[in-house]
């Protein structure tokens, strides 16, 4: 059984700084991608970072130069530093994962989501 655990949800104004963490726990063998979605109201989940087992990153247009994803390969943990936030930066984050529980069986993993508000 593997879990993705999500940290840092909370409410911020305008331009302020938040930090989300998500942990992986159970029976890993390896984590290749990890990612960070989020899903505004009445919209579809996109992709928002994400950053392979050797730190290589890829950010999507609107967050670039304002968010920082990063990961502890020792704790199986990815972190997203939000600095400049937005009000359209709102909406539930979901912590995602490739990873592997045998050395030939991948799957991907959810965290439960975790709530992120930015006011004007």
């Known amino acids: 059984q593997v879990q993705l655990v999500e940290s840092g949800e909370g409410w911020v104004q305008a331009g302020g700084s938040l930090r989300l963490s998500c942990a992986a726990s159970?029976?890993?063998?390896?984590?290749?991608?990890m990612r960070w979605y989020r899903q505004a109201p009445g919209k579809q989940r996109e992709l928002v970072a994400a950053?392979?087992?050797?730190?290589?990153?890829n950010y999507a247009d609107s967050v670039k130069g304002r968010f920082t994803i990063s990961r502890d390969n020792a704790k199986n943990t990815v972190h997203l530093q939000m600095n400049s936030l937005k009000p359209e930066d709102t909406g539930v984050y979901y912590c995602?994962?490739?990873?592997?529980?045998?050395?030939?069986?991948?799957?991907?993993?959810w965290g439960q989501g975790t709530q992120v508000t930015v006011s004007s």
């Open positions: 995602n994962a490739d990873l592997y529980r045998t050395p030939l069986f991948r799957e991907e993993y």
């Open positions: 159970g029976s890993i063998f390896s984590i290749n991608v």
């Open positions: 950053i392979t087992s050797g730190s290589s990153t």
